[in-house]
């Protein structure tokens, strides 16, 4: 993972420290401002998008996507500068990532339909996966996401068995319901079916015969249960962990047999069930 | 279950083997082939419904329609020809699901109203369960589907109980909006109290009374206690059967004692605790 | 509970046993009955009520619902004259529901407005759970609403919390959006609030201003938190009556010493630990 | 917290005893009245707001409300005279509310705007609490959130999670449905995807390409599994918040052994497990 030239001098160290280290004054500094610039800009992107805004304060926008863009080609040159491998760097995740945050600006120049190009910017957000990464300040996230990852196989099975009663209950209300009712074609018919089983709801198209109906309340009821199967799921696994967790800091507060160092788990033991030394 | 014939000889055991057995090499390569073919065959009915798609490449579908036809065609007559009892197979679920797979395509040339004929030819989605069954790569389905069945009972009085609910808010709020704001019958009311108690909500009938908004908002806030009810079920089903399988686990893992064979809790006990007997 | 006459001769006392009681044979045909009457009853108001049936069976429907007023007004007689004490069951619960379900048939002669009349007497479903309580296959049932009645304080002060905020927060979207915006009033604004906490989202009614849009982002993904807490409470609940229901089976099929009868909670014990005595 | 002056006779201890103390009788009675005096002021507030309401009661309505202003000052100006540090008092987080409870109904009378100005009375509601909190019968709301803060940090690090998807997914759709589909600006993605996710789906807004509906459906679908985290979060709490209390009660209720003081698991032992004295 590091990448870092062990026979570095000069500025290029110095940079190094600033930009890839977040535990020194200035690397921590370097992380805050470049954090406030990511986050400024993908502010920018989204007031820019607003055509009331825009048609307002055009001209700002410009400019300060300018300032924005400099400085973060500043950085992307930085950091292939100082980095021991460049060509590494560059086509890594985060290197194509960093380009790909300050090209469509550029390209803008010469290319028209800038509306479309400029939304692209906003994966700047990732960018600001890097910093947080970083500064690894996501310690209550891990047992999220190894809860989510321990139950990966069963949510897959899940949503397979959701994708196949979706197909088969969206066909059946295209035939039942037909285009005039705006079920117009079977993948219509399936992204009903999702908002419906989803319990969201959007009511675009929403069955207008009888029997489209009475369809439609089954499957409301059948994903009344289905919904409870992901939240079955994610639950059992976070009160898993939380009990891993909880034996953990058991295990580790209990006293140990000063004979033997064999960890006793009766916690009103007297005598060391291993070696017989009265505690 | 097993259905091959005993003394069966030349071109039909070689045939029952690539068709029926899913460990053999020829075996499995038949059964990617049909999974292939069923997905590839129930894209293209997708497709096919899509109004804009199917005037553009009309002819090209009902090509690619005919050619899986015909290889279901040749499969199910191999099936017929295969087995020792074909009668047996033939009225047994998956052979009729077989039929019914191919035939729509053969009457859709001598009968009118197609449209609607065709996507019956859906069905053959089930077809991929069989595959699926016979390489039995579902271990974790099992765990989920028992969870659901061990809750079966609980669910079902659960389903009862919000019918008659939703029978009785049904008609009240039939009195109370009346057929003038939406509520025209009965059973559309009641529809709307499902769409309303499994928080779907599509807002193509919505109370417009006062009155009617006050149950409503009641109807809605009783829902969120009743969303909750098969979610602890099944919560509690899947920790029971997480619980079970570590038990079991555990139980598998643990030693027994050589001397007396009773099973040893204590994974690091140096003496049984039965008969005292050293580990 | 029973109503019995205990120096009850001749016919009262056989029709007693018919309506009264669900083991005899002559009871549970009765009772089997009188579910079939009721719920064909029920298909019949629910049918009625839809205008395009009603203009084309209007007259079979009411030669339908005078068959069955005449069935549950004579059940009702005998009802009557069955009991020791008429006065007592005329004004219990079951009595004055026996009676509601057959007066508005009557009463639609005399009076006019037939059509709101009508629907009240889909009040003979509460009839349904006389019968099904008295045979008594509500087992599972009975967990399902002990964990419920368990919960009842937990989710009413859920409920009160959120119908503050409902209230607050119903008031400021009042404030924000403003009658031109649907959010005619505050009672409007507080449906508005209930009906987007519940995730239920009709649509009828939707924030049209950018600040009221943020708002109502932060509704809906506080909502988010706040369904997981009647989920929460329900779940445990259940889970808890799990447990229990399984401590005690265990506690049941455990073996007792056969010295003194006490039950061995250690399923391994070799003496037993209250009287010492020799498994 | 306690504002009592120590050395204080006369009418100001008299009426101190009334207004801040709850266990006396008089106390309890000023705090009922000032109860129903604040939510009959809520109902005329939100009853006012009615349009059709005012225009036929207006009257009555200004009549009420001064009613109660006048109450509310008379029980400000109390408070002020009644306590040792009126400043501590003023400036304090009820102190405020109290204040703004009051003024808007005088300043109605300079100031112009008088309907939005109105509905900032309903901060009434959060004097309520004072008085709930003072009589403390919200004994189990204390469980409820303090499994609400135990799950803070999981629930914070989901929301930005959640936050992050949500913008990105925001933007993608903006730039696949565009302005001409009501993703007027990224914004209104935003808010769209929050709806969507949290599966309230008013609808106002709905992706009308075919892109558009399989990025919603996977949204939908993704929002399934994410729903279950927050549920998972709480419910995990709670039930080791009950785990905590039942392990409390368990622990009270068993006896001690009074010979060396070692709490007795087992509640039917006859002789103490640790130092074998008899029971």
């Known amino acids: 993972m590091t990448n870092r030239p062990e026979n570095m001098t000069g500025w290029r160290a110095r940079w190094y420290e600033i930009i890839f280290e977040a535990d020194t004054p200035k690397g921590k500094l370097f992380d805050v401002v470049l954090l406030i610039a990511i986050l400024g800009s993908l502010l920018a992107i989204v007031l820019e998008s607003v055509e009331s805004i825009y048609n307002k304060y055009g001209t700002i926008f410009q400019m300060v ?8 080609t ?5 950091r292939v500068a100082v980095v021991r491998n460049p060509r590494y760097y560059i086509f890594s995740f985060y290197g194509i990532i960093d380009l790909l945050s300050i ?16 939304a692209i910017r906003s994966i700047r957000l990732i960018r600001v996966f890097r910093i947080l990464k970083m ?13 989510l990852k321990a139950s990966r196989i069963k949510i897959t099975v899940f949503i397979v068995v959701v994708m196949c009663a979706v197909f088969i209950m969206g066909t059946v209300m295209y035939l039942v319901e037909g285009r005039e009712n705006g079920f117009t074609s079977i993948p219509v018919s399936i992204y009903w079916c999702i908002v419906t089983l989803t319990t969201v709801g959007y009511g675009d198209i929403a069955p207008q015969t009888t029997l489209g109906q009475m369809i439609a309340s089954v ?3 059948l994903g009344y249960g289905i919904i409870a199967v992901p939240t079955g799921i994610v639950t059992s696994e976070i009160a898993r962990a939380n009990q891993t967790k909880a034996d953990e800091n058991k295990k580790l507060h209990h006293h140990r047999c000063p004979a033997c160092n064999k960890g006793i788990i009766d ?10 030394n009265q505690l």
Chains 1, 2, 3, 4 share one sequence.
């Open 267 to 276: 916690p009103e033991a007297n005598f060391c069930p291993n070696c017989g």
């Open 103 to 118: 090209l469509p600006t550029y390209l803008a120049i010469v290319l028209s339909g800038a509306h479309y190009f400029m």
């Open 219 to 221: 499957i409301m009821i």
């Open 65 to 72: 996507e300018w300032i924005f863009t400099v400085i973060f």
């Open 74 to 78: 500043l950085e992307y040159i930085l």
């Open 135 to 147: 500064v690894r300040f996501l310690g209550e996230a891990n047992m999220l996401s190894n809860a």
